[in-house]
């Protein structure tokens, strides 16, 4: 009897030893409730903490798909093991180190494809205990806006319409004059590129009765639907000569870049809820905006305003390097450089040589992510803790990561994720006060700051920053290309 007491006595302070040491490292892992929208070929942050915010560093971190145990990441032993990693995400999958100890695991994704669509699990496991947490992506593709051109061959006329940079496969709608659906006349092919964005054509007969055709491609997520639509004349069809078709061709593009003029694109699916995190902690963005595309003749005129912008290298922060030509900046190692006035000593920023006084002026950016790009008054304090903001006299806009992106207003301003550059247009406008801001692929623009506050006759410089040591930023010459088409 005595002994059996010793052993019931035994197996309670064990108990007790175990649940004292499991209460005290006992958490939960946690992730959004919403999935994650990421565009493709862009970065994304699946946002995965603890709670409570414990140390995870000496934890093991596994990141997989619903479809294999396979991990996408795994961290343990204070270090990656790459030897079972599914192929697919050699070289794109990492964790933010510096933040573990905050308890913060969450998954960055490089170069976001098609096939990263779908459901990822997030497992945290410690000495005494295990958790998961469930996490959607969405990949999305907007596409570009679409081009519709006429093709004649074997006595058949068809109109093909053709669109690039989807994902998922969207949805191609044809309707004619009287806005009947003509789509089961039509036939759709999709090709695939090596980021595995669709590119869609569809191309339908053309009958002399039904002479005008638009064409509608909507993307199977939320966000606009693009469109083109041209006008056939009759008079094309009974007497196909030379000079019909030349005269033809040339009245129907006229009659195309008159009719999209008309086009307001305004209708936009239903919002998207982005999740954002920041030292494991979420918001949600304001309702976007509808967006807005600038047509041919606006670009241009954008455009004809265009700056030559160099690099001051006495301006830059010690561990950004530059280039020969002043046109490419890179975060990386400290250099020993001589203290002065201009240098920034705080943040990882570059002004250019040039300045403006006055007049509009226009340059692009290459970025990928962690920058921030603006204007400031050439007044401005360089040293310290710098604020970013307008009432600073720092107008710019910041892209941390895929899911971080802002106008530094005070407070920042969220900005759609469709918009997430891959080239950033600037434009100033001294007389105006204000500066705008483009996503040069599309066209589109991003946000505009209306409050320049600065002395008459005061220096504005373009400014730029990174900490982005995987890839320079690049200060692009300003292109209209032909190949464009008119929204």
Not at 259 to 273: H, N, P, S, V, Y
């Amino acid at each position: 009897m005595k002994s059996d007491r010793s052993e019931w006595l035994c197996v309670i302070v064990l108990l007790l030893q175990q649940t004292s040491v499991s209460g005290s490292e006992r958490f939960e892992v946690l992730g959004p409730a919403d999935p994650v929208v990421v565009l493709a070929g862009e970065d994304a942050v699946l946002p995965c903490y603890l709670s409570p915010n414990i140390s995870a560093e000496d934890m093991e971190i596994r990141w997989f798909r619903e479809t294999s145990v396979t991990p996408v990441c795994l961290f343990r032993y204070d270090r990656y093991d790459f030897s079972n990693q599914m192929p697919s995400y050699k070289g794109r999958a990492e964790l933010f180190q510096e933040e573990l100890k905050k308890g913060n695991v969450s998954l960055r994704l490089k170069d976001v494809r098609g096939s990263d669509d779908g459901d990822y699990y997030c497992l945290v496991r410690s000495a005494l205990m295990e958790d998961e947490t469930h996490i959607k992506v969405l990949v999305k593709g907007m596409g570009m806006q679409p081009s519709v051109s006429l093709h004649s061959e074997g006595g058949q006329t068809r109109l093909e319409c053709r669109s690039e940079g989807w994902y998922p496969e969207p949805a191609v709608i044809w309707t004619d004059r009287d806005g009947h659906d003509v789509t089961s006349l039509s036939n759709t092919t999709v090709q695939r590129d090596s980021q595995e964005r669709l590119t869609v054509s569809s191309s339908i007969p053309v009958r002399q009765e039904s002479n005008v055709f638009t064409c509608l491609i909507r993307s199977a997520l939320s966000g606009p639907d693009w469109g083109s639509r041209l006008h056939i004349s009759r008079d094309f069809f009974p007497d196909p000569s030379g000079w019909m078709v030349s005269l033809f061709l040339m009245a129907a593009l006229t009659v195309a870049a008159a009719a999209l003029l008309l086009i307001q694109w305004r209708r936009m699916g239903e919002k998207e809820t982005q999740c954002t995190v920041k030292a494991g902690h979420f918001f949600l963005p304001k309702e976007q905006e509808a967006l807005r595309f600038l047509l041919k003749s606006e670009w241009q005129w954008l455009c004809s305003a265009a700056a030559d912008v160099t690099l001051d290298p006495d301006t830059a922060r010690c561990d950004l390097t530059l280039s020969e030509d002043g046109k490419r900046v890179r975060y990386g190692k400290r250099q020993d450089l001589p203290d002065n006035p201009q240098r920034f000593d705080s943040w990882d920023c570059v002004v250019s040589r040039e300045s403006f006084t006055s007049g509009r002026h226009y340059w692009v950016v290459e970025v990928i992510t962690q920058w921030v790009i603006g204007v400031i008054r050439g007044s401005n304090q360089r040293k310290g803790d710098l604020k970013f903001t307008p009432q600073q006299g720092y107008w710019g806009l910041e892209l941390l990561d895929s899911s971080s992106f802002f106008a530094r207003t005070d407070p920042k301003t969220p900005l759609p994720q469709n918009l997430l550059p891959r080239k950033l247009g600037v434009c100033v406008d001294i007389e105006e006060r204000q500066v705008s801001f483009y996503r040069v692929e599309s066209r589109a623009h991003i946000y505009t700051f209306t409050d320049m506050h600065f002395t008459e006759g005061e220096k504005i410089y373009p400014f730029f920053c990174t900490w982005n040591e995987n890839k320079d930023l690049v200060i692009l010459p300003p292109v209209v290309s032909v190949d464009e088409t008119d929204q």
